[in-house]
């Protein structure tokens, strides 16, 4: 009967866990204060002055994303494991720039000849101390963990050429139509997907460039990047013509220059 007890409250324990995620709530009004929304929601600005007179909300929030410990985080939701690990990466890339900020005109002079912000080992998170691209391709694009090829639009490096700064944290409980919304927003935007009609070639984020083989490797069901354009072609595309295209998967592609000066509010 003991163990029994005992097994019902470990049961029970594990799922409360689960029940109760991060709680981003910090971080998600620091963004609906200081994020602002352009294009419809296509491109947004960071109102980094506004983050600075709030950094000690911000540290708060840091802190507590510091003091997840592995096992705590391993009882989650993969949905809110993801959520945490995006949140984590944006709001420790506002920190970083707030280091340098204002004077900054890129979040790549942090970094110097030999070096990267990217490979700056100062997040303290899950028991390590760790870089931005830890976070990113160690973790969040760990083969065999989330296979999710939308987190491109979600994670931000505090550059106009990034997917928006969403104005609101991603959780768990809705992470599935908010990195949908991320996407759409991203693949609508004209200044960073677009068709030329004098080349027949579909001009995209360089980001396609980058990161294609996330896009082929079967995350979200595609093998093949032109799969992923052709199940998006509604929004790609302004006429029915150039969607007929798309869905073909005989589009050639163009990557566009990226723009690496800092997305603040004013600049």
Not at 44 to 55: F, K, L, P
Not at 93 to 100: A, I, K
Request: net charge positive; aromatic share 12%.
């Amino acid at each position: 009967m003991r163990a029994y007890f005992f097994g019902l409250l470990l049961w029970c324990g594990i799922a409360t866990a689960q029940a109760a995620p991060f709680d981003h709530g910090t971080w998600d009004g620091l963004l609906q204060r200081h994020v602002v929304t352009l294009a419809q929601g296509q491109a947004t600005e960071v109102d980094y002055a506004g983050i600075a007179r709030e950094r000690v909300r911000l540290k708060v929030y840091l802190d507590a994303l510091a003091s997840v410990k592995p096992a705590e985080y391993g009882q989650w939701h993969k949905s809110d494991q993801l959520a945490f690990l995006i949140n984590a990466y944006n709001a420790w890339t506002v920190e970083l720039v707030l280091t340098r900020y204002p004077g900054l005109g890129s979040i790549k002079e942090i970094g110097g000849l030999f070096s990267s912000p990217w490979k700056k080992r100062f997040v303290p998170l899950l028991g390590e101390t760790r870089s931005l691209d830890d976070i990113e391709h160690g973790l969040i694009r760990a083969e065999g963990v989330f296979e999710e090829p939308r987190i491109h639009f979600a994670v931000n490096c505090a550059s106009v050429g990034c997917p928006a700064l969403r104005g609101e944290a991603y959780v768990g409980s809705r992470l599935e139509s908010q990195l949908e919304d991320a996407t759409r927003l991203l693949l609508a935007d004209r200044s960073r997907n677009r068709f030329n009609p004098k080349t027949q070639r579909l001009e995209v984020s360089k980001i396609f460039d980058w990161y294609r083989q996330d896009f082929e490797r079967g995350w979200g069901g595609y093998r093949h990047i032109s799969q992923f354009f052709a199940r998006h072609a509604d929004v790609l595309a302004d006429t029915d013509d150039v969607r007929r295209l798309l869905r073909s998967g005989q589009t050639r592609l163009t990557h566009l220059d990226y723009d690496w000066k800092l997305n603040a509010r004013g600049s």
